[in-house]
C-alpha cells in the first residue's frame, strides 16, 4: 500500500512539475480567451510602450531585439529600455500562464511610467526561448540597467510577483 501510494504521488508531482515544460508537444487550449484579453496586438515595427501605457505589451523577438536587449550581436545583457521591465515567457495553451496573466495585468497598471511589462510566447518565438534556455513556463525574467536579468520559473500569486519586482527592479 505504501508503494502504490508513494508511486502515485511521484507520478502526480511529476505531471505538475513538468506540465508546462517547453519540450512538451503543443496543446492546444479551447478557452484562449484569458490570454486573448492580456496582450496588445503583435506588431513586428511597434517600439515598446508598455510602461507608458500601463498595459502588458505582446512583443516579437525582432521587438525585444530592438527595445530591450539585442542577444543576437551583444551576448552580454544590455537593457536598451529608459524603464526596467519583466518579460513574461508563456504559451497559449499553458494553464500556470493563463492564472498569473490577470496579474501581471494589474502590476502593469500600479507600475505605469515604471516598468515595462512584456510578453513573448515561446511557441511562435523560438529564437528567444532557445537562447535564454526557456525550459519551463510561465517564466519570468526581471531586467534592470545594471547586472544580469534575474529569471523566475512557474506560477505565483500577484503579492509573490510584486514582491519579486520590488527585489530585483528596485533592490527593496
Known amino acids: 500500500m505504501k508503494k502504490i501510494f508513494k508511486t502515485v504521488s511521484i507520478l502526480l508531482i511529476s505531471v505538475v512539475v513538468f506540465s508546462c515544460s517547453n519540450d512538451t508537444k503543443k496543446q492546444e ?3 484562449n480567451s484569458a490570454v486573448k484579453t492580456t496582450i496588445e496586438g503583435k506588431t513586428e515595427s511597434a517600439p515598446i510602450t508598455a510602461g507608458i501605457d500601463g ?26 529600455s529608459e524603464l526596467p521591465c519583466v518579460v513574461d515567457f508563456y504559451a497559449d495553451w499553458c ?48 531586467c534592470t540597467k545594471t547586472g544580469d536579468p534575474k529569471m523566475e520559473v512557474g506560477g505565483a500569486d500577484k503579492a509573490t510577483i510584486n514582491q519579486r519586482i520590488q527585489t530585483y527592479l528596485f533592490k527593496k
Open 29 to 31: 487550449s479551447s478557452d
Open 95 to 142: 494553464k500556470p500562464c493563463k492564472m498569473i496573466a490577470p496579474y501581471m495585468e494589474e502590476l502593469a497598471v500600479e507600475y505605469k511610467g515604471k516598468v515595462n511589462f512584456l510578453k513573448i510566447n515561446v511557441d511562435e518565438e523560438s529564437e528567444i526561448a532557445n537562447y535564454y534556455k526557456i525550459e519551463a513556463i510561465p517564466a519570468l525574467m526581471f
Open 55 to 80: 498595459k502588458v505589451q505582446h512583443i516579437s523577438t525582432d521587438q525585444f531585439v530592438k527595445g530591450v536587449s539585442d542577444f543576437r550581436t551583444n551576448p552580454k545583457f544590455s537593457l536598451k
